[in-house]
C-alpha cells in the first residue's frame, strides 16, 4: 500500500461529497415477441445486406432486451445488438431456445464468449455467440439462485446506503497503485495480483468502501488522456469485480482524471511511469470506522 499524501485525502474527501455510490447490476427480464427487432431507433436490416464485422472476444459485462456490451481483455467495451438471426453456440452444437430465453438463461454478466458480428450503419450485431459447456453449467447454476441472491444484495445495497448516505468525511486506510505502459490500459500479471491483494485487505475491514481513479502521464492531448484514464480505470473495476469478488454495492463511481495529480514528475521517464497508474482507495466512513 503507498502512502496517501495530505493534498490527495483532501481530494478525495471533496470529490467523494458528491459522487454516488455505483449499484449492482440488475438482472435482464425476458421481454415479450416481436416480430422485428429495433436498435436505438432503427430498424435492423436483412442479414445479407450487412458486412462481416470483427470478431470481439471477452467478457459480458452489461445485458439489456436487444443487446449486450462485451469487455474485451485491454478494457474495451463494444455494444452488440442480437437479433432474430443470432445462433447462440455451445462447444456440444447449437441451443435451441429462443433469443428472449436466451437472454434470461444463459447471457450473463461475467460470462465469457466469443462473437462473431455483422456490421451495419447502427453498429454492430451478432451472427454467432459462443459459450463453454461449463460456461453455460455456471450460468444455470447463476440463474437457479439469482432471486435469492439479488434480493441479498438489495437489502445490503440499502442498508449501506443508508449509513453512509449523509456522510461526506472517509478515513482512506490505504492506496493501492497499479501501473501501466505508454498509452496503454492493459493489467499486467503484477497489478492483477496487487487488485486481489487490496480487494482482500479491504474484505477484511468493516464498512470499506473502494474507491477506483484512473490517471495518466502528460504526454497527449486532454481529450485523449481523459478517455486513456476512464478506460484505465473501467478496467481496473471489472477486474476487481469479475476476478477478485469485489461487491459492486461496496464500489463507488470509479472516475478519470486525466494528467491531474501527478505521483512524481512528468519530465522524467521514472516520473511519468509512476503517473500512469490507477488508483484503489479503501475508504472507511469516519461515522462508521471502528464499528
Known amino acids: 500500500m503507498g502512502a496517501v499524501s495530505k493534498s490527495s485525502r483532501l481530494w478525495l ?22 416480430e422485428s427487432v429495433t436498435v436505438t ?10 458486412t462481416k464485422g470483427p470478431e470481439v472476444e471477452g467478457i459480458i459485462s ?7 456490451q462485451v469487455t474485451t481483455a485491454d478494457g474495451t467495451n463494444t455494444n452488440i445488438a442480437i437479433g432474430d438471426n443470432t445462433r447462440i453456440k455451445a462447444s456440444g452444437g447449437f441451443l435451441g431456445l429462443s433469443r428472449n430465453k436466451l437472454a434470461a438463461n444463459s447471457l450473463l454478466n461475467g460470462l465469457p464468449v466469443s462473437v462473431e458480428t455483422l456490421q451495419w450503419d447502427g453498429g454492430l450485431v451478432a451472427s454467432e455467440i459462443e459459450l463453454k459447456n461449463k460456461d453455460l453449467r455456471t450460468a444455470s447454476m447463476i440463474r437457479t439462485g439469482t432471486d435469492q441472491r439479488f434480493a441479498e444484495q438489495t437489502a445490503a445495497t440499502e442498508a449501506l446506503r443508508g449509513r453512509v448516505g ?7 486506510k490505504g492506496t493501492t497503485n497499479v501501473n501501466f505502459d505508454t498509452g496503454k490500459a492493459v493489467l499486467s500479471p503484477q497489478a492483477k495480483a496487487d487488485l486481489c491483494n487490496a480487494a482482500t485487505q479491504a474484505e477484511g475491514m468493516d464498512n470499506a468502501l473502494l474507491l477506483v481513479v484512473g490517471y495518466t502521464d502528460s504526454r ?5 488522456n481523459q478517455t486513456l484514464s476512464e478506460k484505465r480505470a473501467g478496467g481496473v473495476v471489472n477486474y476487481l469485480q469479475q476476478a477478485c469478488g469485489w ?15 501527478p505521483a512524481a514528475d512528468n519530465t522524467t521517464p521514472e516520473g511519468m511511469a509512476q503517473n500512469r497508474r490507477v488508483a484503489v482507495n479503501i475508504l472507511v466512513s469516519k461515522g462508521l470506522d471502528g464499528l
Open 62 to 68: 452489461a445485458r439489456s432486451d436487444g443487446s449486450m
Open 41 to 50: 431507433g432503427e430498424r435492423m436490416p436483412d442479414p445479407a445486406q450487412m
Open 166 to 172: 449523509d456522510i461526506d468525511q472517509y478515513n482512506v
Open 13 to 34: 474527501l471533496a470529490m467523494l461529497a458528491g459522487t454516488a455510490a455505483v449499484g449492482a447490476a440488475a438482472q435482464a427480464q425476458d421481454a415479450p415477441e416481436s
Open 220 to 224: 497527449g492531448s486532454q481529450e485523449l
Open 247 to 261: 461487491k459492486p454495492y461496496r464500489m463507488l463511481t470509479p472516475t478519470g482524471m486525466a494528467e491531474a495529480d
